[in-house]
């Protein structure tokens, strides 16, 4: 049987999902104080990018964000999620 995520505890993902917030807060909160636009949490870059498509309300745009790393960790995963495929029909 193919269970891509057999190796992940139940709880790994919602706990990562959980640091990932709590990072997000505190580096928009050093960003705040010292006016430092690091990662992108207080504007768009001045230069033209992707993030030009997101929304220009800042939660929007924050989710936004999210949902952009969200798609790019899915992409990374497709060649692991393909090896165990064929892992899978192997034995």
Not at 14 to 27: D, E, K
Request: proline share 4%; charged share 20%; with cysteine.
């Amino acid at each position: 049987m193919f269970r891509p995520l057999r190796d992940l505890e139940r709880r790994s993902v919602p706990a990562l999902i959980l640091l990932c917030l709590g990072l997000l807060i505190a580096i928009g909160l050093v960003d705040y104080l010292t006016g430092v636009n690091y990662g992108f949490l207080l504007h768009k870059p001045e230069a033209a990018s992707i993030l030009d498509y997101l929304s220009d309300t800042r939660w929007l745009y924050i989710m936004g964000l999210e949902g952009l790393a969200l798609l790019f960790f899915a992409l990374l995963y497709v060649p692991f999620l393909i090896v165990d495929f064929f892992r899978s029909l192997r034995s």
